[in-house]
């Protein structure tokens, strides 16, 4: 993706396993406001299709984007009410 | 066939019918429609709900049911964990804190049964995986339990093996649901899209 977003917050999970990265996304995403979007920083390879899979399931989250950068993972999830 | 027998459809009785029961059979599409919508609401993701019960205490079946509950809580599912006979000692404050790996009878084990019965096994086999859960920065039972909580899971002690085991409601977490027996398991389960056994 070419277009830069506006990222509301950005949550920090490298080094943390499954579960915590979708725990902590989750957790985050309750505290931003509709529209919000939450980048999420993981080392986690499984959070690409943890997080992928969380926002497909779960009521009032979107996601955006996914991007891989060296070691870390950048998931953006986007709160939509 | 006799011309008295109420015909199934050869002369059209149908089709004259339909005409006056259309009133009636919008009436009941409409109905359908609400029982459609009214089930499509009920099976909506967002209110699914998961029953797990926990029957082992062992450091590694310790984990399942923790890393599913926690993350099927941020799914916004409903979920309930009925930790019974050696699954209780997950739900113990001090015994969560000393589970055990088996060396005995576990084929992943990198050693011949007859090596893994001698003491002191046990306690290495749960010192390496200890070590390994740390450097790979895998949350630990205690994190976990606390993270589930946090999150709204329904932990639950099985009254009849807490008497068994004669633990006290004090030994559990704080945030553990006791006095809930096999009947409240059932009628949580009965309520689930996901049941599972552990």
């Known amino acids: 993706m070419s277009e830069e977003l506006d990222i509301t917050e950005t949550l920090d999970v490298k080094g943390a396993s499954c579960p915590m990265p979708v725990v902590k996304t989750k957790s985050a995403i309750d505290e931003l406001e509709a529209d919000a979007i939450l980048e999420v920083l993981a080392t986690d390879p499984g959070s690409m299709s943890d997080i992928d899979g969380w926002a497909e399931g779960t009521a009032g989250v979107e996601l955006v984007d996914q991007r891989e950068d060296g070691d870390v993972y950048r998931h953006y999830v986007r709160k939509t009410n | ?198």
Not at chain 2, 34 to 63: H, S
Not at chain 2, 73 to 84: D, I, L
Not at chain 2, 166 to 173: I, R, S, V
């Open chain 2, 1 to 198: 066939m006799s011309t008295d027998t109420p015909s199934s459809g050869e002369d059209g009785v149908g089709e004259d019918d339909l005409p006056e029961d259309r009133e009636e059979l919008v009436t009941r599409l409409a109905e359908l429609e609400a029982t459609v919508a009214d089930l499509e609401a009920e099976t909506a993701d967002d209110g699914k709900k998961m029953t797990i019960i926990a029957t082992k205490g062992t450091f590694d079946m310790a984990y399942p049911p923790l890393i599913l509950a926690s993350t099927a809580a941020a799914f916004g599912w409903e979920v309930v964990v009925f930790h019974t006979f050696w699954g209780l000692d997950i739900l113990h404050e001090e015994k969560s804190r000393d589970l055990k790996l088996s060396a005995v009878g576990n084929p992943s084990m990198p050693m011949p049964n007859a090596l893994a019965a001698l003491p002191g096994m046990d306690r290495m086999a749960t010192r390496m995986m200890e070590q390994r859960i740390d450097e790979n920065n895998t949350a630990t039972v205690e994190e976990l339990i606390e993270t589930a909580i946090d999150q709204e899971v329904e932990l639950q002690a099985c009254q009849m093996t807490v008497d068994l085991m004669d633990y006290d409601e004090d030994d559990f977490y704080d945030g553990v649901t006791v006095g809930v027996g096999a009947a409240t398991a059932l009628q949580h389960m009965a309520e689930s899209d996901v049941q599972l056994l552990v």
